[in-house]
């Protein structure tokens, strides 16, 4: 009887002496790192809870268009007001984005180790997107049991009352004026012109791109240069061929031409993966951290203006993408983690070298980085296109 007893010890014993997997890292259900995040007793998995944290985010973003479709009805007069709108919108919904971020990690760690998910290239990352995380624009619209006092707090603004706000004019990127360099050896951005790059047959080997540089820091982990932190611009996607065709519209770097994989940046792409819908990407590489990163769009339309605003305001960054000038039709959003680097230039049009033939055309235009101190301006209007 005691050797037996001696046995079931030593093999208890070992049970727990055993060395863990090496293959996967130990990542349990997320946790919800915010208070005002309630999760009910039934959704207790990562992927249940990253669909609840999508559905409460587009509740959140149909009461930003209805306040927006207020705004846009008398725009002279609510203008001002409704940029402190955006505002309050951005620090109502950063607690649920960070939430995201992390169901978002967690469920791909079920799946991959970090080693595993660095050592696959930007294409199979795509592939994999949606099996991983399912399709963002179902499970968004998805009703939830999850509740949110941010959201409560967000439908009981009164929008009537807000307070006015302006900001600064658009960069320059004609050559000269706006001290940004063109470096286009295949002639495929055609023409630069001050608020619009004309982006002609570029592919993934033409290696072009219109940079300046701010000097180096300059655009920090908070982009406290920046009006709310926030950057803006708008793009055109209209013809792309071959398999998974990309134009980077918007990048912030320490190079004016990073090379992919081994230059920290953080960058937005348009692409099209079907032929038909054009997809925005948001993308860190941040060496520092190191943080390799990426969210994906929903399926969005070619041959459509869209407006995006890039936020970095310590917590993470995140990209809007609105339909229409006054940015008050919100349609999707992306995150990524924060990452710790700072960066000097600004890049746009850039092919981030790799190879391939796919074939990619359309027009970046309008980019505001919100610095100057104006006293007036058009709030936030980025531009009048016409599809």
């Known amino acids: 009887m005691v050797q037996f007893i001696l046995a079931m010890l030593m093999l208890f014993m070992g049970l727990f002496s055993m060395a863990p997997p090496e293959t996967f890292d130990a990542f349990p259900v997320a946790q919800a790192i915010d208070p005002d995040i309630t999760y009910p007793p039934s959704l207790d998995t990562n992927t249940e809870r990253l669909e609840a944290v999508l559905s409460l985010l587009d509740t959140m973003r149909l009461e930003y268009n209805r306040v927006g479709a207020v705004a846009i009805a008398d725009w002279e007069r609510h203008e001002g007001r409704f940029a402190t709108y955006r505002r309050l919108y951005a620090e109502k919904t950063g607690p649920l984005l960070i939430e995201y971020r992390t169901l978002k990690l967690a469920v791909r760690k079920e799946s991959f180790s970090d080693s595993q998910w660095r050592d696959k290239s930007e ?69 630069v012109a001050a608020q619009q790059i004309t982006v002609v047959n570029l592919t993934r080997t033409s290696n072009s791109s219109v940079s300046k540089s701010f000097g180096a820091g300059h655009f920090d982990t908070t982009f406290s240069q920046s009006t ?75 041959d459509t203006q869209y407006f995006l605003s890039i936020v970095r305001d310590g917590s993470g960054v995140v990209v809007r993408t609105f339909t229409e000038s006054t940015l008050d039709n919100q349609v999707d959003v992306m995150t990524v983690s924060q990452g710790d680097t700072s960066f000097e230039f600004m890049v746009s049009g850039y092919s981030r070298a790799g190879s391939g033939t796919q074939v990619s055309n359309g027009t970046i235009n309008d980019l505001d980085l919100q610095q100057a101190a104006v006293s007036r301006r058009r709030a936030i209007i980025i531009s009048r296109w016409h599809e």
């Open 228 to 302: 709310a932190s926030t950057h803006l611009i708008s793009s055109f996607g209209d013809d792309f061929d071959g398999a998974n065709p990309s134009i980077f519209i918007y990048g912030v770097a320490n190079t004016a031409t990073p090379d992919d994989g081994t230059d920290p940046w953080i960058g937005v792409r348009m692409q099209d993966r079907s032929g038909t819908n054009l997809r925005f990407r948001l993308d860190i590489d941040d060496g520092a951290t190191p943080v390799d990163e990426n969210d994906i769009s929903i399926n969005h339309a070619l």
């Open 123 to 191: 294409d199979e990352k795509d592939a994999l997107y949606d099996s991983l995380y399912g399709d963002k624009k179902t499970l968004r619209e998805t009703p939830t049991i999850a509740t949110s006092r941010l959201l409560d707090e967000l439908k009981a603004v009164d929008f009537l009352i807000l307070d006015g706000g302006w900001d600064d004019p658009f960069e320059d990127w004609s050559a000269g004026a706006g001290e940004y360099t063109e470096s286009d050896a295949s002639n495929v951005l055609n023409p």
